[in-house]
């Protein structure tokens, strides 16, 4: 039985762009036993993608440990830059396939474009080894959890860098609306924003029972998004759950372009992307310009049209456009 390692040691929503890629890897090779190195608190999404069958915990390409056998095949689904490449050559695998880097000239690979989304990266890479991939194989199973919020507004408060964080004064005027409207609304984040999501939930007059951030494990988290009627989001690892889900969205974008990793353009009948169309540092430490130039009654207005719509997954029809903001 051929080994086959693949390489994508980042958070949450990188791993949902890998997903087709890694249907279609296990569709090519499906008698091969494939090895993912990824960070161990991805495993209950790795289980739900039903492609791989082993995960070796890896933080970053450097943490790679690989005690192995030489793979087959080591494909490199992390990113362009050497450190990836030079951890699956340690590996001793008869093949890699990877994109390009300066540092590696004997390797042959497909040249990197920053401006493609990144499903379309991934489903290239493989074709470019002779791997067939179907951009549109997204889709996850929802969980199964014993708690559920069913027919709830998401409203998810945290982002991986300030950048992509909207001010909370305004999550919070949204709240507010919502809960007017007689809307179920919880918080979410993860446990380093559970204050961030207190605060919000403060100013709107929103239960502390509400504020789930910090509270739930990654299961219930997935689970909560897939129940969920609508959920309102930056450009995080939540928002690209929800597309899996096919869950209702509005995703706020800034300071990357949603033609980079947004909702893909055959899903974006459910999703309202707003975007001011101006790209910014996404490691800034304070809220990129783009993003704050996106304001509250534009999020309302999504959030209730979205909420309005009561067609149900897989009949409509047409493509609405992202939106262009500010």
Not at 52 to 65: F, G, I, K
Not at 111 to 134: K, M, Y
Not at 310 to 316: C, M, V
Request: hydrophobic fraction near 45%; charge should be neutral.
């Amino acid at each position: 039985m051929a080994v086959v390692l693949v390489l994508q040691a980042r958070g949450l929503g990188e791993l949902l762009t890998a997903v087709p890629a890694l249907r279609a890897l296990r569709r090519a090779q499906p008698r091969d036993h494939i090895v993912l190195a990824a960070p161990q608190r991805l495993k209950p999404i790795i289980d739900l993608i039903a492609s791989v069958d082993t995960l070796v915990p890896t933080s970053e390409p450097a943490a790679l440990r690989w005690e192995g056998p030489p793979p087959e095949l080591a494909i490199n689904l992390h990113g362009p830059d050497a450190e990836s490449i030079a951890a699956l050559s340690r590996t001793e695998a008869k093949r890699i396939l990877s994109y390009r880097d300066p540092a590696f000239p004997d390797l042959a690979g497909p040249v990197w474009h920053t401006d493609t989304h990144e499903v379309e990266r991934w489903c290239r890479l493989l074709e470019s080894g002779g791997i067939g991939a179907d951009r549109r194989n997204l889709g996850l199973l929802p969980p199964v959890s014993t708690i559920s919020h069913r027919d709830c507004v998401v409203v998810h408060v945290g982002a991986s860098a300030p950048a992509r964080r909207w001010p909370a004064e305004r999550f919070a005027a949204v709240v507010r609306h919502l809960l007017v409207l007689g809307r179920d609304v919880v918080l979410t984040g993860d446990e380093s924003e559970r204050d961030l999501a207190l605060s919000i939930a403060a100013r709107a007059g929103l239960p502390v029972g509400r504020v789930l951030a910090g509270e739930q494990n990654l299961i219930e988290v997935s689970a909560t998004v897939a129940e969920a009627a609508l959920v309102i989001s930056g450009d995080t690892g939540v928002s690209r759950l929800a597309v899996a889900f096919g869950t209702r969205t509005v995703l706020l974008f800034g300071p990357t372009p949603p033609h980079w990793n947004g909702p893909p353009q055959h899903l974006l009948a459910r999703h309202a992307v707003l975007w001011a169309g101006q790209l910014g540092d996404p490691d800034a430490q304070t809220p990129d310009a783009g993003l704050l130039r996106i304001g509250v009654d534009e999020v309302v207005d999504a959030a209730d049209k979205q909420l309005a719509r009561q067609t149900g997954p897989g009949t409509e029809s047409g493509r609405a456009p992202y939106r262009r903001v500010g």
